[in-house]
């Protein structure tokens, strides 16, 4: 196992039983979400910031400038559209990088979107 993955394995053991005691995380539905649900919420989020065009016009999304400045930062933004608690919780510490695949991660914000 990789030192990376045994940081994110700690970091995982420590955040769980704290995440127990999250309003979002007691508010989960019986009914999970599905990947398809997830994809076309990301989708939507993606067109949401597809749509910020100048810091002036009235068509802008809800997202800045900021978000189209890369792959990766319209990928954080568009997690953080999806959900802004899970993103707090798993990401906005230690947000993704240029290139990075965290598949740890992002199984733990699916099961934190449930």
Request: proline fraction near 0%.
């Given at each position: 196992m990789s030192?990376?993955?045994l940081c994110y394995l700690l970091l995982l053991l420590i955040l769980l039983p704290s995440s127990y005691f999250l309003p979002s995380v007691l508010a989960k539905s019986r009914n999970p979400i599905t990947d398809s649900e997830i994809k076309k919420k990301k989708s939507e989020c993606?067109?949401?910031i597809d749509r910020w065009v100048f810091p002036i016009s009235p068509f802008n999304?809800?997202?800045g400038g900021h978000c189209k400045s890369s792959s990766i930062a319209k990928e954080n933004c568009a997690l953080k559209c999806l959900s802004p608690a899970c993103y707090e919780l798993?990401?906005?510490s230690d947000p993704l990088e240029e290139?990075?695949?965290?598949?740890?991660?992002?199984q733990e914000f699916k099961y934190c979107m449930y």
């Open positions: 030192k990376t993955n993606y067109a949401d999304g809800l997202w798993i990401y906005e290139g990075e695949k965290d598949y740890i991660r992002s």
